[in-house]
């Protein structure tokens, strides 16, 4: 059974062996396939990926021998005949290609269905399984998606997207812990997301309010105080009136922090929730 990821490094295996590919245009080629999974991707839209600065005349050409050599590649370690991989790993459609990969296969897969299942247990209010859902995605990533793949327009726009689906995922399960009650047990991993991440309002805000629920009010008004210096620093901008209201609640030990919600939670049928984007639209 092969195994592939894209969330981190651009990997393929197969057992134990590693089969990824090592020339840079047949690892965009997969790359661009892998993420768009779900459909084919037309021949023009490959060919566009792989020649940024316009393709040569042998354009077409050389796409199909770099399909060649991934069919073959594909075979040559599943034992399956060309044919066999062809008609059932990489196939020719609708003058495009299409790499179709099973379920338990894929990390981007399975990433997609715990976060269906973490969308559909909280719109339902099952915060402690939608949080698990959650989690177990987040998990799955092992760095910045197809990290290692040198991107055109079209990869960094599904990379984009699915950084978007990342953090928004994120925003949710760290408010689905503190409507639990993990606040201490978050607490570390909102430091480390903090220094990741200098610029991201909703994530500082929960810092603060786990921290102020934890006992350590001052930690909390550094953690603002913090942001505020990045971003003046650097953009000249000051933070949102929202998180300032969280600061002045800090200061002024309102107790509507106790309860207070940085990332609304929405309440509704799983198909009415756009609120973690799916992969782009490259065509």
Same mark, same amino acid.
């Given at each position: 059974?092969?195994?592939?990821?894209?969330?981190?490094?651009?990997?393929?295996?197969?057992?134990?062996?590693?089969?990824?590919?090592?020339?840079?245009?047949?690892?965009?080629?997969?790359?661009?396939?892998?993420?768009?999974?779900?459909?084919?991707?037309?021949?023009?839209?490959?060919?566009?990926?792989?020649?940024?600065?316009?393709?040569?005349?042998?354009?077409?050409?050389?796409?199909?021998?770099?399909?060649?050599?991934?069919?073959?590649?594909?075979?040559?370690?599943?034992?399956?005949?060309?044919?066999?991989?062809?008609?059932?790993?990489?196939?020719?459609?609708?003058?495009?290609?299409?790499?179709?990969?099973?379920?338990?296969?894929?990390?981007?897969?399975?990433?997609?269905?715990?976060?269906?299942?973490?969308?559909?247990?909280?719109?339902?209010?099952?915060?402690?399984?939608?949080?698990?859902?959650? *989690?177990?995605?987040?998990? =799955?990533?092992?760095?910045?998606?197809? +990290?290692?793949?040198?991107? #055109?327009? $079209? %990869? !960094? /726009?599904?990379?984009?997207?699915?950084?978007?689906?990342?953090?928004?995922?994120?925003?949710?399960?760290?408010?689905?812990?503190?409507?639990?009650?993990?606040?201490?047990?978050?607490?570390?991993?909102?430091?480390?997301?903090?220094?990741?991440? *200098?610029?991201?309002?909703? =994530?500082?805000?929960?810092?603060?309010? +786990?921290?102020?629920?934890? #006992?350590? $009010? %001052? !930690? /909390?008004?550094?953690?603002?105080?913090?942001?505020?210096?990045?971003?003046?620093?650097?953009?000249?901008?000051?933070?949102?009136?929202?998180?300032?209201?969280?600061?002045?609640?800090?200061?002024?030990?309102?107790?509507?922090?106790?309860?207070?919600?940085?990332?609304?939670?929405?309440?509704?049928?799983?198909?009415?929730?756009?609120?973690?984007?799916?992969?782009?639209?490259?065509?």
């Amino acid at each position: 059974m092969l195994d592939i990821k894209v969330l981190g490094p651009l990997s393929i295996r197969h057992g134990d062996v590693e089969i990824t590919p090592t020339a840079q245009k047949l690892c965009t080629v997969l790359a661009l396939l892998l993420l768009n999974h779900v459909r084919a991707v037309p021949v023009s839209a490959l060919i566009d990926e792989l020649w940024k600065d316009g393709p040569p005349k042998s354009a077409r050409t050389a796409l199909q021998i770099y399909i060649f050599h991934l069919r073959k590649m594909l075979a040559q370690t599943t034992g399956l005949t060309l044919a066999e991989v062809s008609e059932n790993l990489l196939q020719t459609v609708h003058n495009g290609y299409r790499f179709v990969v099973e379920p338990g296969q894929f990390d981007l897969k399975v990433y997609n269905r715990l976060r269906g299942n973490g969308c559909a247990a909280m719109g339902a209010g099952d915060y402690r399984s939608a949080a698990q859902h959650f *989690r177990q995605a987040l998990d =799955l990533w092992r760095g910045p998606a197809v +990290a290692d793949v040198e991107p #055109g327009t $079209r %990869i !960094r /726009a599904e990379v984009a997207a699915l950084e978007q689906s990342r953090m928004t995922m994120l925003d949710y399960r760290i408010e689905l812990d503190l409507r639990l009650g993990l606040h201490r047990e978050i607490l570390s991993e909102l430091a480390v997301h903090a220094l990741r991440n *200098r610029f991201q309002e909703n =994530l500082h805000a929960q810092y603060m309010i +786990a921290l102020y629920r934890s #006992g350590y $009010r %001052i !930690r /909390a008004l550094e953690a603002f105080h913090g942001l505020r210096h990045n971003m003046l620093t650097e953009f000249g901008l000051e933070p949102s009136p929202r998180l300032k209201e969280f600061h002045q609640a800090v200061l002024t030990l309102d107790p509507a922090l106790d309860g207070a919600e940085v990332v609304p939670l929405p309440r509704r049928p799983t198909a009415d929730l756009p609120e973690i984007p799916v992969l782009a639209s490259s065509f």
